[in-house]
């Protein structure tokens, strides 16, 4: 099926059709599989396309260009979805899309789902981009980076610096969850250490105080799980 226009293509996101198109000969078919982004008669075709490309990214770095121009702005959010997680399935590959995601981060009208998704990817592609995307206003931004930093467990520690220099942030005093979150993210990555780094900044002045306690209070329900 190489060299298939998508015009004769059915409006179904058969493999049959597709992964020919995409695995097989990419190199021949990076212009119908732009035309295939742009479809808005069958988002199935856009939503299994993205999902396909990372198997030819090894050796076309073309897809990750696709991802990001083609795949991250279409109107249909499944495939934004879609375009963002594989993107993070690319890991460093895909590094070519970290500024793309984290403006995803920092964009209060997407939604919270999307927001996971980015930081999710950028946690696979550079996790250093996390703390970037942290440093915003935007509160869900913020939360969604603590969480993809907390996930990587150790391999986070890289951040603790970051995380504990923003409990004395005076953003903590109009927003105590954001203490609260950023407590359970040092005590995710560094159990060991987290809680007494966190619990020393008992002795600094009352707006860090304040914002340790809350940081500790974050920090209780992981000692639990523990």
């Given at each position: 099926q190489a060299g298939s226009s998508w015009r004769s293509i059915p409006l179904v996101a058969n493999d049959s059709y597709l992964r020919p198109l995409i695995v097989a000969e990419p190199n021949h078919n990076w212009q119908d599989l732009r035309r295939a982004l742009h479809r808005r008669d069958d988002w199935s075709v856009q939503h299994r396309v993205v999902e396909l490309l990372p198997e030819v990214a090894e050796n076309h770095s073309d897809s990750v260009e696709l991802l990001l121009t083609e795949a991250l702005p279409p109107c249909d959010p499944e495939v934004r979805?879609?375009?963002?997680?594989?993107?993070?399935?690319?890991?460093?590959?895909?590094?070519?899309?970290?500024?793309?995601?984290?403006?995803?981060?920092?964009?209060?009208?997407?939604?919270?789902?999307?927001?996971?998704?980015?930081?999710?990817?950028?946690?696979?592609?550079?996790?250093?981009?996390?703390?970037?995307?942290?440093?915003?206003?935007?509160?869900?931004?913020?939360?969604?980076?603590?969480?993809?930093?907390?996930?990587?467990g150790k391999k986070a520690e890289f951040a603790l610096p970051y995380l504990m220099q923003e409990l004395r942030s005076p953003r903590n005093r109009s927003d105590p969850d954001r203490a609260a979150y950023l407590g359970a993210a040092i005590y995710q990555i560094n159990p060991r250490d987290g809680f007494d780094e966190v619990a020393e900044l008992l002795h600094e002045p009352e707006e860090t105080r304040i914002a340790a306690i809350e940081a500790l209070g974050g920090m209780a329900p992981r000692a639990k799980e523990a």
């Open positions: 979805y879609e375009a963002v997680e594989s993107l993070g399935r690319l890991g460093e590959r895909a590094k070519p899309a970290v500024p793309a995601l984290i403006a995803i981060m920092k964009k209060a009208e997407h939604s919270e789902g999307l927001t996971r998704r980015a930081a999710e990817a950028l946690a696979k592609i550079d996790p250093q981009a996390l703390i970037q995307a942290a440093d915003d206003e935007y509160w869900t931004a913020g939360f969604q980076a603590a969480q993809g930093l907390a996930n990587l």
